[in-house]
């Protein structure tokens, strides 16, 4: 009794924040009594940014603080952290801090005008053709942040994207090239394996009047290879990947594979399948057509490659020659 597998020719190649707290922001000059500090430096509309006191001068322990917002007191007491409640983007809380050390007063009037900015990561990386996600951060590839940004003044009034500067730093250092008027969007190398990669920006109408900003961090994914099986009716079936052990119920199974989160900085990653260990052939898809009687099994296996260091493994059992079982009408 003689079983094998042949594997055919490959079909055609087919062609995928949240923003963290700046530093501590203050309002005030070295010459006053007490400063003021908020954060987040730039606070988001209808949330909420949260004041503290410094001071080299009084002994805030001793103190009593009192604050308003838009005239209407929300907190009295001991000096602590106040949370300051805020509006749409552009609203304006006029904020009055009173801090009474021994009898004196000491008080300090600014505004918090939120403004509407975010981060987009739109990673470089491959995905199959209508992939609904999308991709994670590839290794030893780019990403590409881009500045949503929603500016308004006191009134409502939106303010065009376009005529906005963007300042941006990378690690904390600011990338001159990258920043300017209207440049919404930076390409990002991505990190080393297991290290992380900080993108911010500063958002500026051009009288610099109105002034927000964002940040994210991300670091780079493992990236992974799948096999799916490519029906001759219905198309490859996405929405089951193969593991394990596969069963070729036909005369022949054709499988797709796919490598997810790829970098693209090369063109696409290359398929390189194998066949009880030996390779088989190059490409997206290999079609096995099992040859002589009886049944028997055998390994598949693929790898994935982009440039040098970027690598990614499946592997499966298969099955084949089995009779196929009837029932009692011999259907």
């Known amino acids: 009794m003689r079983f094998g597998l042949l594997a055919i020719t490959a079909l055609t190649l087919l062609s995928p924040f949240t923003a963290t707290a700046q530093s501590l922001d203050s309002l005030a000059g070295s010459a006053e009594p007490f400063t003021v500090s908020i954060n987040p430096r730039y606070p988001a509309p209808y949330s909420q940014a949260v004041v503290s006191l410094l001071s080299s001068t009084l002994d805030l322990t001793n103190a009593s603080m009192d604050v308003s917002v838009g005239g209407k007191r929300i907190y009295q007491g001991s000096v602590k952290p106040v949370a300051i409640p805020l509006g749409r983007a552009g609203s304006v ?139 001759p009716l219905l198309g490859i079936l996405f929405d089951h990947a193969l593991s394990g052990t596969y069963t070729i119920a036909d005369t022949e199974a054709t499988l797709y594979g796919v490598p997810y989160s790829f970098p693209r900085l090369s063109g696409a990653p290359q398929i390189q399948w194998f066949l009880n260990g030996d390779s088989a052939q190059t490409g997206d898809s290999i079609t096995l057509r099992p040859s002589g009687s009886g049944a028997g099994s055998a390994s598949l296996s693929a790898s994935a490659s982009a440039g040098t260091s970027v690598h990614a493994a499946m592997s499966l059992s298969l099955s084949f020659g089995a009779e196929k079982s009837f029932n009692f009408f011999g259907l």
């Open 93 to 231: 809380a006029s904020v009055s801090i009173t801090v009474t050390v021994a009898g004196t007063p000491y008080s300090q009037s600014f505004v918090i005008q939120p403004q509407d900015v975010s981060l987009v990561a739109e990673p470089n990386a491959s995905a199959p053709a209508l992939y609904p996600g999308k991709p994670l951060i590839p290794l030893e590839g780019s990403t590409r942040v881009v500045a949503v940004a929603n500016m308004r003044d006191a009134g409502g009034k939106s303010v065009s994207a376009s005529s906005l500067s963007y300042s941006w730093s990378v690690d904390g250092v600011q990338i001159a090239n990258a920043s300017g008027i209207g440049k919404e969007a930076i390409v990002v190398a991505s990190p080393l394996q297991y290290r992380d990669r900080s993108v911010s920006v500063v958002v500026k109408s051009q009288n610099g009047s109105l002034v927000g900003g964002a940040s994210l961090s991300f670091s780079p994914a493992e990236p992974m290879l799948r096999v799916y099986k490519n029906d």
